[in-house]
């Protein structure tokens, strides 16, 4: 099965400005409208990529604004594009769940579903057993779900101002008691809403970034008793070092347990992002909450992760080479002339370049695969272009695929590209552009 998704509908969003600005109240009111369950499954467009593949049904529904973006791909097409391997997804998942020994997952698919396209990986997840919902940190993000027809539930793991937590409610979504404030934000938001509220509270254990203190947070958490907020869940975040995450673990429990003690009703309790599904098995509890792991990344020592699982990434960075030239000795490539030719080589141009995600370090020990082989990035990775040195022959061609991360090369797999770029691996993957047209595979 293959369906093609356009940039637009992977991040329902209006942009302006230089940067991206992503702001709920500029999407066309088509978009901002409740999902029900009547609302019929409905593709944004599809195109066989490769011949003879048969049509089959159609998992997400899409904005008709996507519809409009969709670009022209075609089976030539040069220009990079982003396929997503919903097989790998669904592998990955298995593997998370055994590993937190079948509790549910609160798969986090914030920052564009880690580049791999927000809509597109929430339609392979949501309708899989083990998946019991979704956690994004923008408010947009979560209405773009509830657009594309996500059904389970969805938490704002961020703080909403008044107009986005009205309009969270009307879309139920779950918020999250964050701050001081966010229980009667809720409550004005549910009023407005004419909604009941679902919420998880958020608490700060160490990691110092959001939620609310654990040390002051009793006061706070025996006020919720008296509200009209059902408490779905209580969560923490870990800092990954794994001391203090014992350290954290133990406040969370210490806290929790006063709070229930106290009659506070806090739903499931959940902490384990990927590094603690994979290296903390006592910080799993009601159920976990992995981003990375699920799309086929390790999430900090990709020796060792891979030794008690293996994941499967469930991406490929693709393009088609543009150019193929053979260098004398001493002709240079690129900007800043890094590379000089000691001898006669041939090279290739692939049009992806950091604007679409490849790290400019690539030059530091990426390779890119074509036609099985991976090849050394050289020279400087520019906007838009990346060289390749293919080596005494002209091996490869123009429109050969060549394809730059993906899980089909140990040389290409995400944590490789990080490790031999000296990058993370969760820039490697958020960093690529949201304007990459996907397709589904
Ligand atoms: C609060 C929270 N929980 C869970 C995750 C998932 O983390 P990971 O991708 O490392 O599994 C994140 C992502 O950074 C997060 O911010």
């Not at 940190?137 to 008044?162: C, N, Q, T, Y």
């Not at 992002?273 to 009601?286: G, K, M, P, T, W």
Request: aromatic share 6%; net charge neutral.
């Amino acid at each position: 099965m293959v369906q093609w998704y356009s940039n637009a509908h992977d991040f329902s969003t209006a942009q302006s400005g230089a940067g991206n600005v992503y702001n709920v109240n500029l999407m066309p009111k088509r978009i901002q409208r409740h999902v029900t369950p009547e609302d019929k499954l409905m593709p944004v467009s599809r195109r066989a990529f490769v011949a003879g593949l048969a049509a089959t049904p159609l998992l997400t529904s899409v904005p008709a604004a996507a519809q409009a973006a969709t670009p022209a791909i075609s089976a030539d097409r040069f220009d990079p594009w982003l396929e997503i391997d919903s097989a790998a997804l669904r592998k990955n998942v298995a593997v998370v769940s055994g590993l937190a020994n079948k509790r549910p997952i609160l798969a986090v698919i914030k920052n564009n579903a880690y580049g791999l396209g927000l809509t597109t990986v929430a339609s392979v997840l949501d309708p899989m057993p083990q998946i019991k919902g979704f956690a994004v940190v923008k408010a947009e993000a979560a209405i773009a779900l509830r657009d594309a027809g996500i059904r389970k539930p969805v938490l704002l793991m961020g703080l909403f101002s008044d107009r986005d937590g009205e309009e969270l409610l009307r879309r139920d979504v779950q918020l999250s008691i964050c701050t001081d404030d966010s229980a009667s934000r809720i409550v004005r938001a549910a009023k407005k809403a004419e909604q009941p509220a679902a919420a998880h509270i958020y608490l700060d254990t160490g990691m110092s970034r959001m939620g609310i203190p654990y040390f002051r947070a009793l006061p706070a958490l025996r006020e919720l008793r008296g509200l009209e907020i059902k408490i779905e869940g209580t969560f923490t975040g870990f800092t990954e070092a794994s001391d203090f995450d014992r350290e954290q673990l133990r406040r969370f429990i210490e806290i929790t347990d006063a709070a229930r003690a106290s009659g506070v009703e806090l739903g499931s309790l959940h902490a384990a992002s990927s590094h603690a599904v994979f290296n903390y098995a006592d910080s799993h509890l009601d159920q976990v909450r992995p981003g990375i792991a699920l799309f086929g990344a390790y999430p900090s020592d990709f020796e060792s992760e891979r030794s008690i699982a293996t994941l499967t990434p469930a991406m490929r960075l693709k393009a088609r080479v543009v150019r193929v030239e053979q260098l004398r000795a001493g002709d240079s490539v690129s900007y800043g002339r890094n590379y000089i030719a000691e001898k006669s080589t041939w090279i290739a141009t692939i049009p992806v370049g950091h604007t679409d995600g490849m790290p400019r370090q690539a030059v530091n020990g990426a390779h890119v695969v074509v036609n099985g082989t991976p090849y050394p990035v050289i020279g400087a990775v520019s906007a838009s272009h990346t060289i390749i040195e293919v080596g005494d022959e002209p091996s490869v061609n123009i429109g050969d695929v060549a394809t730059l991360l993906g899980p089909d090369h140990p040389a290409i797999h995400p944590n490789q590209l990080a490790a031999s770029t000296g990058t993370s691996v969760y820039d490697a993957l958020m960093h690529l552009n949201p304007t990459l047209p996907k397709v589904l595979v």
